[in-house]
Antibody
């Protein structure tokens, strides 16, 4: 059974940093790209970022709203994807989902809430 | 960025109805489109990928079609479990983008 479990969310002040983790099981992690998608309270889905597999150089892509502030990375030895979030803004408040991705996201974690507030 | 526009924003329907949700892209995305279903407080689930491919386990009453800029998700014989919010997503070009969502509610 494929499982993705996000962790690391919480309350953080504007301008600070936070790192989310996505611990996976049930599939060969290194064979799949991973994405992060977020959802602000009461709002729709927003794609955040994406990391390809090592065979594609681990290339990353980001939404304009987070480019330069967020970094997606992966540790294939641990089957974990990360989202490093720097210079956080109040508008980054959302539930963050990690997904197993082939362009489309075929498996999702349960999400972790990040609240950016002073 | 490619903008995805869904219509309607809200759809009221009854069990047994056939409903259609439209998703339009402001540029050609070929067939790189997925549909997701989300229920309150839950993570989204993919229903259809590459425009018309049903994820295994998804009921056959769901179907998708389209190409280029115009796409549809059709749910035939709506069931109680189908009342949810549906999102389209293009993955033709970065940044990938979602539609704003269509809420299917009980009439």
């Amino acid at each position: 059974e494929v499982q993705l479990v996000e962790s690391g969310g919480g309350l953080v002040q504007p301008g600070r940093s936070l790192r989310l983790s996505c611990t996976t099981s049930g599939f060969i992690f290194g064979d799949y790209a991973m994405s992060w998608v977020r959802q602000a309270p009461g709002k729709g889905l927003e794609w955040v970022g994406y990391i390809r597999t090592r065979s594609y150089g681990g290339a990353t892509h980001y939404a304009a709203s987070v480019k330069g502030r967020f970094i997606v990375s992966r540790d294939d030895s641990k089957s974990i994807a990360y989202l490093q979030m720097n210079s956080l803004k109040t508008e980054d408040t959302a539930v963050y989902y990690c997904t197993k991705s082939s362009g489309w996201s075929d498996e999702w974690g349960q999400g972790t809430l990040v609240t950016v507030s002073s | 960025d490619i903008q995805m526009t869904q219509s309607p924003s809200t759809l009221s329907a009854s069990v047994g109805d056939t409903v259609t949700i439209i998703c339009r892209a402001n540029q050609n995305i070929v067939t790189y489109l997925a549909w997701y279903q989300q229920k309150p407080g839950k993570a989204p689930k993919v229903v259809i990928y590459r425009t018309s491919n049903l994820k295994p386990g998804v009921p056959s009453r769901f179907s998708g079609s389209g190409s280029g800029t115009d796409f549809t998700l059709t749910i035939s014989s709506l069931q109680p479990d189908d009342f949810a919010t549906y999102y389209c997503q293009q993955y033709d070009s970065y940044p990938w983008t979602f539609g704003q969502g269509t809420k299917v509610e009980i009439k």
